[in-house]
Structures are given as structure tokens and as C-alpha cells.
């Protein structure tokens, strides 16, 4: 299995013409009824008919605690769109938070529904980004939530939107098959670099199969694992943060238990959920995180 870093990127940027490297469609990886409520793959505002004929459709996936989810989480998908636009041969057809699951059990884990509706509040005035409840959903034969690897979420959308939905319509009226790719920031790939932390099968599916565009971190030295992570470098995407953000849902916490405010350290309507349900004010630890053998489902920020 591999590693469990907090659901939180390669010197230059790798080559564009890598971007349509093939991915095989896989068998659908979730059996039907094997979720806590009834669930729908969200598709409002994914883009399903391309404008740009000679691009490939690209989809971009977060996964993170989202606890709670601060502005530097919606600035990492309009800092990867902006990148992709002028950097890549692709075209982004939607972005999703996939917040993970409450069998994650990291510190300051706010339930799974909570989390789910903060970011779908956050989102909500978005023109292109969504929320994907699925990883808070998702239960074992007991019943009970299950945590679900990186390799495995990106699997979902990739059976989700190119299987169930076959793929982006392309100008012409042909379908093409999106790329789903993974957006994090730069400690997900130091993570990746540290041998053992990972299983190589499970980087061969993340970074092999499908990709990642990864937001820089002031403080951060990442050519070292982009080193050990080199046979993947034509799959990794480096995006520089011209403006500097170190906001993280940890210091964002530890201001509401201090009683401080939070008011534009995240959205309003993510402040005003906060206040109507009393989270994340003097709440006891829920245990410390998994084991570093359980696949961490790395996301967009250190949360």
C-alpha cells in the first residue's frame, strides 16, 4: 500500500507533448451499493464539449481533509488553469474537490459531511469547479467508511467521466477521452520521493497512468524527490506560486479553537457553515493519523 501524508512540485516543467500519453480504461472500481448514502458523480459544471479541437480534455482532482478548506485550495486550480492554458496541449473541462474519508481519522478531521457541504459552499460561485462526495461515502461490507487510495480515486473519475460518460465531445462532434490528472501541492511529491512511503504500484497508476500538476510551496526543496521520482517526469507538471499563500487549514483551525478570526483566511459561506454548526472550537483530537503503510491520500495542502 501506500503512504498516508495529510490529504494535502519539479523544477522546470515537463514537456506538454507527453500530456496524451495513453490510459488504459479500467473495470469499474467501486461495486454499486457500496456507499453510506445514495450517490450521483456530479456533472453540472464539467465542461463535456471542447471549444479547442487540437486539445486533449483535461480534468483536475484534488484530494485533501478540506478541514476546513481555506482560499489557497480554490487559488491552486485557478493557478493550474491559468498554467495549463499557456503551457500545455490541454483544455480543462472541470476540477473537483474530493474531500477523504472519516476512516482517514487524522487530527482535526471534521466529518465527512461537513467538509463535503464546506466545499461545496465554497465552490458554489464557481463557474467550473465541483465537489465530489464519493471518498466521504464510500463504505466497507460493514457498513463503516473506507478509506480510499489516491490511485483509487483517480480510477474513479477516470471510469466515471470516460466509461459512464464517454469521454468529451470534441468541436467536430468525435469523443475524446479526458485526462484526469492529480492536483497537489509540492508535499505530496516530497512525500512520493521518500523511499517505502509509497508502493510503486500505486505511483505507477498516480504518476504513470495518469499525472500530476503541482503547486510550488516557498520553504519547499522538491529536486530531490523529483530525482527519485525522474521516470515520471514526463507526467509531472510544476507550477510556480507567483504569489506567495502559506494558509493551511491547520492554522485556520487553530484560530477558531483560540477564538480568532478567519474571515478572509477562507471563504464567507465557509465561515458562516463553521458558525452554524460549532466546528472546530475546543474539539478533543480524534487519534493520530494512519500508519504510514496505509496509502495517505495526499492532497492539495499540508491540512
Known amino acids: 500500500m501506500s503512504p498516508q501524508p ?35 458523480f ?17 480534468v483536475l482532482v484534488a484530494c485533501g481533509s478540506f478541514s476546513p478548506i481555506t482560499y489557497l485550495h480554490l487559488r491552486m486550480f485557478e493557478m493550474a488553469s491559468d498554467f495549463v492554458r499557456f503551457n500545455t496541449e490541454f483544455e480543462v473541462c472541470g ?77 467536430d462532434g468525435t469523443r475524446k477521452k479526458a485526462r484526469i490528472a492529480l492536483l497537489a501541492g509540492a508535499d505530496l511529491v516530497m512525500s512520493m ?4 512511503l509509497w508502493s510503486p504500484a500505486d505511483l505507477q497508476v498516480i504518476l504513470g497512468s495518469f499525472g500530476a500538476f503541482i503547486i510550488e510551496r516557498s520553504g519547499t526543496d ?45 471563504p464567507d459561506p465557509v465561515v458562516e457553515y463553521i458558525e452554524e454548526n460549532h466546528l472546530f472550537h475546543n474539539e478533543p483530537n480524534k487519534g493520530g493519523r494512519m500508519s504510514p503503510a496505509a496509502d495517505a491520500n495526499p492532497g492539495p495542502s499540508a491540512s
Open 222 to 266: 522538491i529536486d530531490e524527490a523529483l530525482g527519485s521520482l525522474s521516470q515520471y517526469e514526463s507526467n509531472i507538471w510544476v507550477i510556480s506560486q507567483v504569489i506567495q499563500n502559506d494558509i493551511s487549514s491547520t492554522k485556520v483551525r487553530l484560530f477558531l479553537k483560540k477564538d480568532l478570526s478567519v474571515r478572509y483566511l477562507i
Open 95 to 171: 476540477g473537483y474537490l474530493s474531500p477523504v474519508s472519516d476512516a482517514y481519522k487524522k487530527v482535526g478531521l471534521a466529518p465527512g459531511h461537513h467538509r463535503v457541504n464546506m466545499c461545496s459552499r465554497a465552490v458554489d460561485q464557481s463557474s467550473w469547479l465541483m465537489v465530489d462526495p464519493f471518498e466521504t461515502v464510500k463504505a466497507n461490507q460493514d457498513g463503516e467508511p473506507e478509506y480510499v487510495p489516491t490511485a483509487k480515486v483517480l480510477r474513479h473519475f477516470d471510469y466515471e467521466i470516460n466509461t459512464v460518460l464517454g469521454g468529451i465531445e470534441a468541436p
Open 193 to 196: 520521493g521518500e523511499p517505502g
Open 6 to 40: 495529510p490529504n494535502p512540485t519539479a523544477p522546470a516543467s515537463t514537456p506538454a507533448s507527453t500530456a496524451a500519453s495513453s490510459q488504459a480504461t479500467p473495470p469499474e472500481p467501486f461495486p454499486s451499493g457500496a456507499t453510506l448514502v445514495p450517490y450521483n
Open 42 to 58: 456530479p456533472t453540472q459544471k464539467l465542461k463535456l464539449r471542447q471549444t479547442q479541437q487540437d486539445k486533449t480534455p483535461l
